[in-house]
Nanobody, 127 residues
């Protein structure tokens, strides 16, 4: 059974950092892209970043220069290093796999293009 598990969320002060993890079970991540999304209360799920099976990373403008996506295939895990966290970053962060024909590439960061969501991990930014 394909399953993704997110972890690493928590409470940080503005300007702080967190490293989020997305660990896969039931399949190996080697040939898959992984997307990170976030959803704040009352808002739609929005794309944050994606990494291809070839280790190419993509980011939305709001996190460029602050977030870094990476993967460790030996650990079957994708990471999202979130630095310089801002008050607009708090949300539940989810990871997912592409559901289209080319799972090794990153489709547009639209939630409809991804699936196999994990349960999410909460990020809170507060002083």
């Amino acid at each position: 059974q394909v399953q993704l598990v997110e972890s690493g969320g928590g409470l940080v002060e503005p300007g702080g950092s967190l490293r989020l993890s997305c660990t896969a079970s039931g399949f190996t991540l080697d040939n898959w892209s992984i997307g990170w999304f976030r959803q704040a209360p009352g808002k739609e799920r929005e794309g944050v970043s994606c990494i291809t099976a070839y280790n190419e990373g993509y980011y939305v403008d709001s996190v460029k220069g602050r977030f870094t996506i990476s993967r460790d295939n030996a650990k079957n895990t994708v990471y999202l290093q979130a630095n310089s966290l801002k008050p607009e970053d708090p949300a539940v962060y989810y990871c997912g796999t592409p559901v289209g024909r080319f799972p090794y590439l990153c489709p547009h960061l639209e939630s409809s293009e991804y699936g196999n969501w994990g349960q999410g991990t909460q990020v809170t930014v507060s002083s």
